[in-house]
């Protein structure tokens, strides 16, 4: 069913052009799909998208903080973080509008990415890693919700009950933590671990300044 939200007073569906979690997963696909066929031509390389620790401290490559934003290890990554984000992010930019939605998205994301190359000094094994992906600003959007919707029930991966979003959030840091370890699985989990804290660092900002909206929030998905 389509869902409608009423923003800045006007009546929006997010699935409407002017929904800007719709607008974000539109270029995430149509960013996919390019860069796959750039890289398949051997038109560009990995090395120009993808952000790499080794390449970002050598001062190479410095916009792939934005680009690997946009750009997926394959199909199902990036079907699983499109549908985190449709279902997330329309929350999200619910509750704290368009604009500032799209600006805490981006830099979520790219203090994520910042968190991922500072973290393989003291993680050797990330060093020559590429990373990709929306994960790094989605965990931003679900560190803030852990701030402004703590008792949300949400449900997580394969579990069949509800989860408050205060536990739901940590745990699944926890398991993409254990699942990359156990199954040596390539995933960012210091980005995820950036983003988390970057979502954290905003949500307290906001509760310490809108307290009136914040206890409604918190009467509102209690």
Request: aromatic share 16%.
């Amino acid at each position: 069913m389509n869902r409608h939200y009423r923003i800045s007073g006007r009546k929006m569906s997010i699935f409407s052009p002017l929904s800007v979690t719709f607008i974000l997963i539109l270029v995430n696909v149509i960013a996919f799909i390019l860069f796959y066929i750039l890289i398949g031509t051997e038109v560009i390389t990995l090395d120009s998208i993808a952000i790499k620790p080794s390449n970002i401290l050598q001062g190479k490559y410095l916009w792939t903080f934005l680009t690997s934003m946009f750009m997926h290890g394959g199909f199902f990554h990036l079907f699983v973080n499109m549908l985190s984000l449709l279902f997330i992010g329309s929350l999200v930019e619910r509750i704290i509008g368009r604009k500032r939605y799209f600006y805490f998205y981006m830099i979520s994301g790219l203090l994520a990415s910042l968190f991922f190359v500072l973290s393989s000094i003291i993680f050797p094994s990330d060093f020559n890693t590429f990373a990709v992906g929306a994960s790094g600003a989605l965990f931003g959007l679900v560190g803030l919700l852990v701030l402004l919707t703590p008792n949300l029930p949400v449900f997580v991966m394969f579990i069949p009950i509800p989860i408050k979003m205060k536990y739901a959030a940590p745990g699944i840091l926890i398991l993409l933590w254990l699942i990359s370890i156990a199954g040596n699985v390539p995933i960012g989990n210091t980005a995820h671990l950036g983003g988390l804290l970057a979502g954290l660092a905003y949500g307290i900002y906001l509760r310490n300044k809108y307290e009136k909206k914040m206890r409604y929030l918190n009467r509102h998905f209690s």
